[in-house]
């Protein structure tokens, strides 16, 4: 039976390698020792996903591929920094981290303080922040603080607790959580063969472009990879600070992730897009919510609004796409965590109160 022996054959040879997590996978390249305990849950190591409808969407021969974030552990890019920064929070003998969050950071913080057996405290923005993330800071056993403010006036208060008071910021001021994400851009490379020509990716408090741009700078430097991608940055246009170039007082969007109007890794984020060449552009809710539609029905892939705004920036840019160009879309959190949204963006039938017969069904399918 050739089935038979082909099953046998697998068994006998392990055709997938145990994935241990970013830090043993790409030690070398971050900042840990022995001494370093690493506190992991196997994060890292998410798909690049070809997406057709999108590249027909864009025409002229480019690629796009996504790099879906939303599958690690917690569901966000943030356990890629947060591995680093409770590994090394450990290291330096801390029994506590905080951390202000518009939800993604939050979940993260908790799930791997919990798991080094630290405490976490984290401040939301009251009544902003998606039901599922919310949900994962109080099971994995957070202190949440639901502040009567919004996320930078929340990001200011930790920064003062952490400063007065035996506690570490685990926000992305804390250089540990850069290096880890900039693993990211390792991963686009090594599925590749080489950077993107684009890399397309949503902005909230500029830290994960900033991590890009050092992992492919890095890789470059060390002879992974021929070229650098222009880093393509998305802001929504009520919270679109490095678009306008000033603070936004009141920042307001669909895409609460990336709700932040004073991005605390402004500086590095500039550098970043002048030295690739890339930009900072604006996309409204509606082209976030458009784009966030498509990747669900037509790609199969369900990631939270934030996330979608790299896809409607690249969909409204396209006519700036070199032809037969390489272009990735970064996919930064699950849509499990705002199921809120889903429910009331999508242009799919919903039936209620079917009487539970077969007729009835039947008929109500068009049959
Ligand atoms: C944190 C987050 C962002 C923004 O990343 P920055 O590093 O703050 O620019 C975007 N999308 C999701 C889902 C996030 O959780």
């Not at 390698?17 to 370093?36: C, K, M, N």
């Not at 892939?301 to 409204?316: Q, Y």
Request: proline share 6%.
């Amino acid at each position: 039976m050739p089935l038979l022996s082909a099953l046998r054959r697998l068994g006998s040879k392990p055709v997938m390698q145990d994935w241990p997590g970013l830090i043993e996978a790409y030690r070398s390249w971050l900042p840990v020792s022995a001494a370093t305990p690493v506190i992991t849950l196997h994060e890292g190591a998410t798909p690049l996903i070809p997406a057709p409808v999108i590249s027909e969407r864009i025409g002229r021969g480019v690629r796009v591929f996504l790099k879906y974030d939303g599958l690690n552990p917690t569901g966000s890019f943030k356990d890629r920094g947060m591995t680093m920064a409770i590994s090394k929070a450990r290291e330096a003998g801390s029994e506590a981290v905080i951390c202000a969050s518009t939800g993604n950071t939050s979940a993260s913080a908790a799930a791997y303080a919990r798991r080094a057996g630290m405490r976490a405290f984290v401040l939301i923005p009251d009544g902003y922040v998606a039901q599922g993330k919310l949900a994962q800071a109080l099971l994995y056993g957070a202190e949440v603080l639901a502040v009567k403010g919004n996320f930078d006036r929340a990001l200011a208060i930790v920064r003062e607790v952490a400063d007065k008071y035996p506690i570490t910021l685990v926000n992305s001021l804390n250089p540990f959580r850069l290096q880890g994400q900039k693993t990211a851009a390792f991963e686009v490379v090594d599925a590749l063969g080489d950077a993107p020509n684009w890399l397309c990716i949503p902005v909230g408090n500029a830290g994960n472009i900033s991590a890009y741009w050092m992992g492919f700078g890095e890789y470059k430097a060390a002879g992974r990879c021929r070229s650098l991608p222009r880093m393509m940055g998305f802001q929504a246009a009520g919270a679109a600070p490095m678009v306008i170039g000033h603070t936004v007082e009141q920042p307001d969007t669909i895409a609460t992730a990336i709700r932040i109007g004073n991005p605390v890794n402004k500086e590095k984020a500039l550098k970043a897009q002048g030295e690739s060449q890339g930009a900072f552009m604006a996309v409204t809710d509606a082209e976030i919510i458009e784009a966030y539609k498509l990747l669900g029905s037509g790609e199969g892939i369900f990631c939270e609004p934030a996330s979608a705004a790299s896809v409607a920036g690249l969909i409204k840019r396209r006519e700036e796409v070199p032809f037969g160009a390489t272009v990735v879309c970064v996919l930064t959190g699950n849509g499990l965590k705002d199921p809120d949204t889903a429910i009331e963006n999508n242009d799919s039938k919903f039936h209620t109160g079917i009487e539970p017969d077969t007729a009835t069904v039947a008929q109500v399918l068009g049959f």
